[in-house]
């Protein structure tokens, strides 16, 4: 699942937390891309993960704080949770970094951190 953020990036929920990318691709396809954890900068939480294609590795699943439940919920009740595979990106949303959405709405509804 893929959650959108308040200044209109996409980040990647898993097993209840929350997770960035710069969504700059590696690889010869293309096709690999990096995360880290949302509390990377605020808690020093080092975990990490790394998607090639449609495929989800786990370089390191250990969290130093909670889920991120409270944000996940918010986001779904906001209809900003969105359900697609990453091979799903087309390459205008990869050149621009973001994920377009079909329908509008208000990011200023998700919780601030």
Known sequence: ??????KGGTLL????FVY???LKFFGKSNNILYWECVQNRSVKCR???KTIGDDL??????H???GDNKR????KAAGMLIHKKLSSLTAADKLQGSWKMETEVNLDQLPKM
């Open 1 to 6: 699942m893929f959650l959108i953020s308040r």
């Open 13 to 16: 929920t898993i097993n209840n």
């Open 20 to 22: 960035r990318s710069n």
């Open 47 to 49: 975990s990490r993960l």
């Open 57 to 62: 590795y786990v370089t390191n699943d250990v």
């Open 64 to 66: 130093n704080h909670m």
């Open 72 to 75: 996940i919920e918010a986001a």
